[in-house]
Every structure is written in C-alpha cells, then in structure tokens.
C-alpha cells in the first residue's frame, strides 16, 4: 500500500539563512502514530507545518495521498487542508467565542459561502459538533467561553475542532508543552483513541521522550534539520539517545514526570521507562 504522506528531499531556509530542514526525506504509512522528537529548534515544528503547507518549503516535494501538495494553490489546496487536522501547541482557539463556535469553526472548509456568511451551520454539523464533544469529555462545557476552561480542557476543544474535518491526517504540534503531567497524559489519551479506533494517522511533535515511548508506534528524532533516528520506540538505545541530545544531555526532556535534570542516561532510562505500558507502570 502506498504511504499517505511522502516528503521527497524536503529543505526548508528562512530568511534568517536558517536551515530548519536539511534534505529530509520519509514515509508516513496510514493507520501509523509517528512521534517526532529532538531538542528546540531542531526542525520539528517545521516539518509539521510543511506537511498541510502552513510553511512553504524551500524546496523538495511532499505528497499527500499520491498528490504533490508543494504545487498546489486556491481550492485545490483548501481541498486537501480539509483532509489534514492540526493542532496547536497555543490551542488557536478563538477566546471570547462559546466551545460550541470553535468547534464548529472546524467545518469552515465544507461549508457554503452563504452559511458562513450567515454562521447558520447545518443540522448535521450541530450535530458532529455536540458528538465530537461529548467524545472528549466537554460536552458540558459547549456554551461556556474558550477562555473559561483550563489548558488541557483547551486542548481538548482543539482535538474537537480538528475532529469536525472528519480528517485522514492529524498533525499535533507540541500538544502537550504547556500541561501538567496528568493533562498531558489525558490529551495524548485522546490523540492514542483516535489512531487506534477511527484509524486516523497522527503525526506529533513532542518534547519529552517519555510520552514518544508510551503513545508512539514510531519515532523520528530530528538533529539539525535532519533525520538523526527513525524506528521504534524501544530502539533508541543509550548510543542513539546520545546522538539525538547530545553527550551530555543537558537539555534532555524526558517527559512531565521528571522531579530533578536528568543529565545521565540511565537516570533518563528510568525515568522514560516509568510510563512504558509493557512494564505496568503508567500512573495515568
């Protein structure tokens, strides 16, 4: 079966002369939960961000379901973004509005010109939108302001919101970077439902090698721009944990478990293995 998501020799240079991806080039299979990790400023963003052309590469090619999206313009575009469900680190939700508009702010691109003129949505998407609510736990929430909830209930109105586009693809970049440790497992949770029950392909940006080993079924560690690791989870072995963050590891991020800097590999191991599903010890 052909891959969903093929980057050919992708580069990305901001005007800054920034090289944020050097020549990368990968396979994303449908059904698979791709994590993609590596220190700050290592391209991982930018590679999400190229995959729905929210950034413009420089040069290389991208194709979504057999379909070059670097050549694409106007509707076409519009078209295939509605296939591909993101979600911001930032939630980018709109704050004054209820839960209920936001979410149903994720049906813009299947609508017609005069219902978002007129912001009468249909039945059936009044209907998605209360079933995807109920789905992430905030139906009760529905009519209450985006900026009344917390951070990770947020979240889950932006899961909602990319779930309206009834999507193909999900792209979540840096979910997690802003919630405490029992949120963060409870987003991703939610993320994890969507691959495994609606066959959803997700693609995740995270910082903590923690939460790539519980919820991955592969992981891409990005260096520099470029691909420094792409296999599984229980692969990255002290050797290639070196080459991803460094000999010293200073600014390893293991994941929202950690009490003190985990500077040595082993103190790392441990503390990534404490959410290792195959050794029972997830607390969440």
């Known amino acids: 079966m052909a891959p969903l998501v093929l980057i050919e020799h992708l580069v990305k240079v901001y005007p800054t002369f920034t090289r944020a991806l050097d020549d990368i080039s990968l396979d994303i299979g449908r059904g698979e939960f791709v994590v993609l990790i590596g220190l700050s400023g290592s391209g991982k ?3 999400l961000r190229c995959i729905n052309r929210l950034v413009e590469p420089t040069s290389g090619a991208v194709l ?9 313009s106007g509707a076409e575009l519009r078209k295939t973004r509605r296939r591909i469900g993101m979600i911001f680190q930032q939630f980018n939700l709109v704050r004054r509005s209820s839960v209920f508009a936001n979410v149903l ?11 978002t003129i007129a912001s009468r949505p249909s039945p059936e998407d009044v209907e998605l939108a209360f079933r995807n609510l109920e789905r992430v736990g905030i139906l009760d929430k529905a009519y209450a302001r ?5 951070g990770g209930q947020q979240q889950r109105v932006g899961i909602a919101r ?8 999900m792209l979540a970049d840096e979910p997690v970077a802003s919630l405490d440790p029992a949120t963060s497992h409870s987003v991703m949770k939610y993320l994890e439902e969507i691959n495994r029950k609606d066959g959803i392909t997700v693609v995740c940006s995270l910082h903590f090698l923690s939460l790539a080993r519980r919820y991955g079924t592969r992981v891409i560690a990005l260096k ?7 296999g599984k989870p229980a692969e990255i072995d002290e050797r290639r944990f070196r080459d991803i963050y460094g000999e010293d590891a200073v600014e390893v991020e ?4 950690r009490t003190a800097d985990a500077t040595s590999y082993d103190e790392a191991r441990r503390l990534a293995m404490a959410t290792d599903p195959e050794h029972g010890l997830d607390p969440y």
């Open 254 to 257: 293991i994941g929202p478990e």
């Open 105 to 115: 702010a994720g049906r813009l691109g299947y609508r017609s010109t005069w219902r």
């Open 64 to 72: 979504f379901d057999g379909t070059d999206v670097t050549t694409m």
């Open 224 to 230: 520099g721009g470029q691909v420094a690791f792409d």
């Open 146 to 150: 985006a900026d009344a909830l917390s």
């Open 45 to 47: 963003s930018t590679l």
């Open 162 to 169: 990319a779930l309206m586009q009834q999507p193909e693809l």
